[in-house]
């Protein structure tokens, strides 16, 4: 009978191998002005990409530049959070790799 050995994944490798395009001036995510704290923190927890920062006192913050274009924000920050969020232009944003 064979065991199956665990496998490790270190996500912050394979993000690292991406590369980014970053539209400087034109970002594809636009905030709300005044977002809503609770739900902040929740993109806080799931973009996948971290990019969603509130630490204590600090003011909430995004930095779209390792944006991954997943989507996800835009679906539960809709309103409250997000203003706008489109794809950025051709040949900007994120090119996956693949090791
Ligand atoms: S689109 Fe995805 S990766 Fe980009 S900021 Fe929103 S949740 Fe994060």
């Not at 395009?21 to 970002?27: A, R």
């Not at 630490?55 to 930095?63: E, H, I, K, R, T």
Request: aromatic share 10%; with cysteine; net charge negative.
């Amino acid at each position: 009978m064979s065991t199956l050995k665990p496998i490790t994944v270190n996500v912050d490798a394979y993000l690292g191998l991406n590369k980014y395009e970053v539209d400087e001036g034109n970002p594809h995510i636009e905030v709300a002005p005044e977002p809503e704290t609770e739900l902040f923190k929740e993109l806080v927890r799931i973009c996948p990409a971290g990019l969603y920062k509130m630490d204590g006192d600090q003011p909430m913050s995004v930095d779209f530049a390792g944006c991954l274009e997943c989507g996800t924000c835009r679906i539960v920050g809709a309103g409250a959070i997000i203003a706008s969020w489109r794809y950025p232009s051709a040949t900007m944003g994120i090119e996956y790799r693949y090791g």
